[in-house]
């Protein structure tokens, strides 16, 4: 008898940690880190650092740098009206490859009547923070003697950041 109510101790203990071991995925996301984004570029996770620079005449400048051997740089430029979602222009969206982060390889533009989205969906004036989410459909530009045939997508893209002025 003594057996039994062990066996049934274990049993139970081994469920209740089994239960509360479990993932449970509700479909939320894991909170980013101050100044990260995270995105699929072409089905592919892209995640790095983020800038948010707010210019003199309220124009925003969203940097977004990749890390590690992918430190393609994506550069999108709003009239900052707070929360919200912008659509952006041919000429407020761009993406460029490096090499070794410096020595631009390729570069991506929207094109016409392609727009994509750029949505600021907090911010909080008092300590300037920003999240909000973007996605994008950009078009190789040629560069002297090189083709690139490809479009580039990037999707899912969610960051948050603080916000710094530039006079």
Known sequence: MLRF???LSYLFLFTLLSILGCSSD???DIPLAENTFEAQKDDVLWEGSTELQLMENDTLVFL?????????VLMI????E?????????ENGLYY???GGDAIVAQYTLQEPETAIFVVESYDQSSETLTGSFELELFPEA?????????LRITEGRFKGTLT???
């Open 97 to 99: 490859d490096t090499l």
């Open 26 to 28: 509700d479909g939320s």
């Open 77 to 80: 430029k709003v009239k900052f």
């Open 165 to 167: 002025e530039v006079p």
């Open 5 to 7: 109510r062990f066996s």
């Open 143 to 151: 560069q002297i003697n090189k083709s690139i045939e490809y479009m």
């Open 82 to 90: 707070g929360e919200g979602s912008y659509t952006l222009a041919k």
């Open 64 to 72: 977004a740098i990749g890390e590690g051997l992918d430190n393609g």
